[in-house]
């Protein structure tokens, strides 16, 4: 009989994922794979030695008593002339291991985040966010095993989240380097989505206590105060853009537009259909027609009012009645484009729309308690914002009057 220890010996694994380290029994040209549970990158493994990571030697330490414990069970069977079977020969290894326990080893905390995804049944958008964090998760390399879910191991993820919003100095930006866009809400959307991974996990008993229940409080979603929008100016030259007709330019332009007057975040946009819409006579205005809709947005499941306005319909009949479709990095990239050749010195993306929509309503006359409802806001605290950005504005009219006066 001889043992080894192999990577991924059915090489499914893909590139940049962990893959499974096996032991590899040969009794007489016939091959057993027993599973030890760990799971490491490729250029992780080498020599038959975990390398490249922080708990290498806690790591190898383990495999080699798996291995010895493999060992021993092989050769008790072969001794009482029984069948090799791999499934009882992994159950016994686990439970004679040294820690008592395989939860850290047989089932990678990442791995079992990355299989319950499928499983939450949550809106495009949001599972998009669980992904990223896994991401992060993966890129960080501070919690990766169930044994790494602690409130101090929480911390130093919270430490790493935060080293990403550095400045660059003048030197890394000439070798090019970007630094990563991350917010102080980009910091709270992880720790929130990561808590909710630790409540299931709990749940389904693989944690006894999430290490958040020790941090209660400690990490708070950022406030933004300012808010950026487009001034009426600017809108006037987004506007008097002319792209050539049906290029991915001009389908940017009109979709840009039509998150304007609408005020529908990218995800509601892209889901509009006219058949939500009711076509509603205008009281004392024979021949004049509204749509109105009420609505629920694709992120929150909130209920919002809408109503087209004028430009959204001239939108709307050049795409018979649709909104372009494209996918938002590919439309965030136009945006650039457009908003350099209109002169606009605010960077462009798709949610400035609905900023600009917020504060023009607003210096218009709009209450904001009917604002909270076109945006679909949950708590009006979330609409005060814009308030305070139109009372800003009207502070500098004011200084501006006051200095004229003197």
């Known amino acids: 009989m001889t043992s080894v220890i192999v990577f991924d010996h059915r090489g499914r694994t893909e590139k940049g994922r962990p893959g499974p380290l096996e032991v590899r029994i040969t009794i007489q040209r016939k091959v057993y794979y027993v599973n030890t549970g760990v799971r490491v990158l490729r250029n992780e493994w080498k020599y038959?030695?975990?390398?490249?990571?922080?708990d290498s030697d806690e790591l190898n330490e383990r495999l080699a008593i798996i291995m010895r414990a493999v060992e021993e069970q092989v050769n008790?069977?072969?001794?009482?002339?029984q069948e090799i079977n791999v499934l009882e020969i992994r159950r016994a290894v686990w439970s004679a291991s040294a820690s008592g326990s395989t939860d850290d080893y047989s089932a990678p905390f990442l791995d079992w985040y990355e299989e319950q995804l499928p499983l939450l049944g949550l809106k495009h958008g949001t599972?998009?966010?669980?992904k990223t964090t896994l991401t992060r998760l993966r890129a960080c390399g501070i919690?990766?095993?169930w044994s790494d879910c602690t409130v101090a191991n929480v911390e130093r993820f919270d430490s790493w989240?935060?080293?990403l919003k550095k400045t660059l100095s003048d030197a890394e930006a000439k070798t090019g380097m970007t630094a990563a866009r991350i917010s102080d809400s980009g910091v709270y959307t992880y720790h929130k989505n990561l808590m909710a991974m630790f409540r299931r996990a709990v749940k389904f008993g693989k944690l006894k206590q999430s290490p958040y229940d020790s941090l209660k409080g400690e990490f708070k979603r950022g406030v933004k105060e300012s808010v950026e929008y487009l001034t009426e100016e600017e809108v006037a030259s987004f506007m008097n853009l002319h792209p050539m007709d049906g290029s991915t330019m001009a389908a940017a332009r009109d979709l840009f537009v039509f998150q304007l007057y609408t005020g529908l975040a990218f995800s509601d946009a892209q889901r509009f259909d006219i058949?939500?819409?009711?076509?509603?006579?205008?009281?004392?205005?024979p021949g004049e027609y509204r749509w109105v809709s009420v609505g629920e947005r694709v992120k929150t499941g909130v209920p919002f009012v809408s109503q087209l306005l004028p430009p959204v319909i001239?939108?709307?009949e050049r795409y018979n009645w649709q909104v372009p479709k494209l996918q938002n990095g590919e439309y965030n990239q136009c945006l650039k484009a457009l908003g350099l050749a209109a002169g606009i010195q605010t960077k462009m993306h798709s949610h400035l729309a609905r900023h600009t929509f917020a504060t023009w309503m607003l210096r218009n006359g709009v209450k904001i308690e009917n604002l909270a409802r076109m945006l679909g806001h949950r708590k009006i605290e979330q609409t005060m914002r814009y308030a305070k950005?139109?009372?800003?504005s009207v502070h500098d009219d004011f200084e501006m009057v006051a200095a004229l006066l003197k």
């Open 48 to 54: 038959g030695l975990v390398v490249n990571r922080p």
């Open 76 to 81: 008790e069977r072969l001794e009482l002339q």
């Open 127 to 130: 599972l998009k966010h669980y």
């Open 143 to 145: 919690i990766r095993k």
């Open 161 to 163: 989240l935060h080293g």
């Open 275 to 285: 058949r939500n819409y009711k076509k509603v006579a205008v009281s004392g205005k």
């Open 314 to 316: 001239d939108v709307l």
């Open 389 to 392: 950005v139109v009372a800003q």
